[in-house]
């Protein structure tokens, strides 16, 4: 379905043209401080390493985290520059800033075939506020523009939609890639199509769960929003997390019958390592106690739906699965979801997480490097960053 987003290769790059390449390197730390997860950079290299080869000079820019249109140090780009030098085999610059009077000449001073990283985005105002001013700074540090940041597409920020206004501009390889198989999964998925979400908030899910409800045979609500949808099922949720204000639609939801939420839980009377845990029935969590993850028998249900899908789409995990005891729901659907035998798209940086550390990445077919991304694709089949790069090429 990238046959109408226009490629690298119909770029005109000469020896020195100067290829803004908007990244997503907004990747997971440790708390010692060292880069988690490094899948969002190492997955760029092919088109960086395409625009060197043609001996452009690749100007890198993304975020770091939402440092709210403030220089901040905590959110450097610094160590993220560090990294794709070792990927790369060769040094990645940190500019002195975004734009302006000491950027443009550090650009400008860059032989062909060098790569170098604007500081985050997001130090400027301009860049969520989308500003035009700000946009045309950024541009005027190029001649074209590509956009590899799949997962920030679904911000129209400026170094998403700016640019390719006034720039030749073009898809990267990764950002191709992820359109490609979520417009497969969209438009033409194998049945049955299973949907399996989770995730914290059910405000923020409920448009893409409806929205799937249209094209998958059976969707699988877990995490904390299950909780909102158990009271709208009538249920006792004692002091897990709810939003009331979804009630309605969560109910509108159910009465669909494909929505399956869990039928047991492991509850404890709060979410730390040495909890005291419980399994009951999704319909009978004590007051003072809370839901944190889905049950043994949910878990099982959900794996017997994930076995028979032809296609499958998980994102968001099934409970607080950074805390021991309430780890085991998501690991029992990441080990699903790697068995399964169709095709398998998950999305999200928890999911991606859990797969990681049971180490089941590389059995799944397509590991997205977007999670809200992935999800607005599914709901509403295009985001603001592709629109952009759709748009005619300056003449
Ligand atoms: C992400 O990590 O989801 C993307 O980089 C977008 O970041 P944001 O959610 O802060 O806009
Ligand atoms: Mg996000």
Known sequence: MTADLPRLED?????????????????????????????RISTAVPTIEWLR????????????????GKVDPRYSMAPIAKHPSTLLGCEVALAPGVVGARVEPFVASTP????????????????????PAFATNLSALADAYVNEAFG??????????????????????LLAREVD??????????RPFVAVLGGVKVGDKLGVIKALLDRCDTVLVGGAMAFTFLLADGKRVGNSLVEPEFVEECRQVLDTRRAHIPVDVVIARDATPDAETRIV???????????????????????????????????GPMGMFEVAPFAAGTAAIAEAVAACPGFTVVGGG???????HLGLTDRVDHMSTGGGAALEFMQLGDLPGLEALRERQPG
């Open 11 to 39: 770029l005109h790059i000469e020896r020195g043209t100067r290829v803004l390449v908007r990244v997503d390197f907004n990747v997971p730390f440790t708390e010692e401080g060292e880069i988690d997860d490094d899948t």
């Open 53 to 68: 080869r043609e001996r452009a000079v690749v100007v890198t820019c993304g975020h770091l985290g939402r440092p709210d």
């Open 112 to 131: 062909p075939g060098e790569v170098v990283m604007l500081e985050n985005l997001r130090f400027e105002p301009g860049e969520t506020e989308c500003h």
């Open 152 to 173: 920030a597409s679904h911000r129209a920020h400026a170094s998403i939609v700016g640019p390719p206004r006034v720039l030749p501009h073009a898809a990267g390889r």
């Open 181 to 190: 198989v979520l417009s497969q999964l969209l438009h033409d998925a194998k």
């Open 281 to 315: 029935p999704a319909g009978a969590i004590p007051d003072g106690w809370t839901g944190l993850d889905i049950g043994p028998e949910t878990a099982a249900r959900f794996a017997d739906h994930i076995a028979g899908a032809s296609s499958l789409l998980w994102n």
């Open 350 to 356: 928890d999911s991606a997480a859990a797969l990681r």
